[in-house]
Each structure stands twice: as structure tokens, then as C-alpha cells.
């Protein structure tokens, strides 16, 4: 079975700039979140979407959105990249909300860099 | 604030002993713990959980502890291989709410053969 997958594996973009990251789930998993990895740190909770509605938001500005589709996937967006936005982009699925049996899986992510 | 920390940036055993990786938290709403293993180029993928309701949990060669008193969790690796090598990230969530899971830093486990 396939895990979850995201794209672009890389990207580089310029400040200012907007960028738009995406996820597909592991099949039949509904609930998709997205984290951000700056160097150095733990993965740090941006969203959560489950049947295409936000259930949960972490501590990042107005810049970030993102969107659930019918298909479960997900697109990351980041307005105004700013240097600080440099990060491993990561999207993890999960079947449910809170399947605590069936913790959380991350795909590989996407490396940004903006210069 | 740091909820969730790993004050040991970085562990190295010798192939066959044992391997101890330390985690505290601070937030006493937490009541669900993994463990997750990152290798370079990769995401995260989950190792071993535990909720708040046990204080051990077992799988093969890998062991959480947790101590709710000391708001304190530990990973043991026993025998400890090269292909452990990796950086482990502590995480910790409270039930009921989204799927946040609030992560420490990370401590990079070397084994050496």
C-alpha cells in the first residue's frame, strides 16, 4: 500500500513569494495534518483537516492556509514567504481524530527554501 | 514554553547494549506518548505508545516507561543495532481534541558496531 505521498520534494522559492504543497493520504485515512521542521527542532502542528473541515489550528499566522478535498488530499498554502518559513514541510493521515491505535503517519515531506 | 523536552541533543551506545532516551513534559493534560524514528531524508515513522493509564509498554526489542509523578517517559532499546541509528522524537497529545501532537526536539542515537 502506498503512504502518504507529498510534492514537491523540493522547493525554492523567493521571499515574498507564495507556495502551494500537497498531500495525499494513505488510503481510507479521512484525518490530515500538516507540521512544520525547522532544523533543529521537533515537528510543530500547523492544521488539521478531517472531512474537508479544519478541527484543529497551531500557533502560525494568517499566511499559512490550508484546505481538505473530497478525496481526502491536501494542499498546504504559504503567502509571503518569509526566510523564517525555511523548513521540512511535513503531512501526516491518520483513519480518524484520535485513532490512537493507528497513530499518526508522515510522509516524507517537502524541503522549502526560501531566499 | 517547551511542553515536551529531550534534553539529550545526542546518544551513542555500542552495538548489543542498551540504549535509555529521556523525555519530560510539563503539560498535565497530556494523557497519549509516542515515540517516533526519523531518518535522514524521511519522515517521522511512529516506534511505540503509551497511554497515561500504564506505566510500561512493550514491543520486541523496544520498551517505554512512563512515570506520571515525574511527568517523566523513557525509551529502551535492548540489543541495540546499527540500524537503530536515527534521531527519536518524544511526543505527547490530549484525547478528545484535534490530532496535535506536540513534539520534543529529538536526541540522535548512534550505534556503533
Known amino acids: 500500500d502506498a503512504g502518504v505521498t507529498q510534492s514537491p520534494t523540493h522547493l525554492i522559492k523567493t521571499r515574498g513569494q507564495h507556495v502551494t504543497l500537497r498531500c495525499s493520504p494513505i488510503?481510507?485515512?479521512?484525518?490530515v495534518s500538516w507540521y512544520q521542521q525547522v532544523l533543529g527542532q521537533g515537528p510543530q502542528f500547523i492544521f488539521q483537516?478531517?472531512?474537508?473541515?479544519?478541527?484543529g489550528r497551531g500557533n502560525f499566522p494568517d499566511r499559512f492556509s490550508a484546505r481538505q478535498f473530497p478525496n481526502y488530499s491536501s494542499e498546504l498554502n504559504v503567502n509571503a514567504l518569509l526566510l523564517g518559513d525555511s523548513a521540512l514541510y511535513l503531512c501526516?493521515?491518520?483513519?480518524?481524530?484520535?485513532?490512537?491505535?493507528?497513530?499518526?503517519?508522515f510522509g516524507n515531506g517537502t524541503r522549502l527554501t526560501v531566499t | 514554553d517547551q511542553q515536551v523536552k529531550q534534553n539529550s541533543p545526542s546518544l551513542s551506545v555500542q552495538e548489543g547494549r542498551i540504549s535509555i532516551l529521556n523525555c519530560d513534559y510539563t503539560n498535565s493534560m497530556f494523557d497519549y506518548f509516542l515515540w517516533y524514528k526519523k531518518y535522514p531524508a524521511e519522515g517521522p515513522t511512529f516506534l511505540i505508545s503509551?497511554?497515561?493509564?500504564?506505566d510500561k509498554n512493550e514491543d520486541g526489542r523496544f520498551t517505554v516507561f512512563l512515570n506520571k509523578s515525574a511527568k517523566h517517559l523513557s525509551l529502551h532499546i535492548v540489543p541495540s543495532q546499527p540500524g537503530d541509528s536515527a534521531v527519536y522524537f518524544c511526543?505527547?497529545?490530549?484525547?478528545?481534541?484535534?490530532?496535535?501532537?506536540?513534539f520534543g526536539k529529538g536526541t540522535k542515537l548512534t550505534v556503533n558496531p
Open positions: 501526516a493521515s491518520s483513519p480518524f481524530p484520535g485513532s490512537y491505535n493507528s497513530p499518526l503517519h
Open positions: 483537516y478531517y472531512e474537508k473541515e479544519e478541527r
Open positions: 511526543a505527547a497529545i490530549t484525547q478528545g481534541g484535534s490530532e496535535k501532537l506536540v
Open positions: 503509551i497511554s497515561s493509564i500504564k
Open positions: 488510503s481510507g485515512h479521512k484525518s
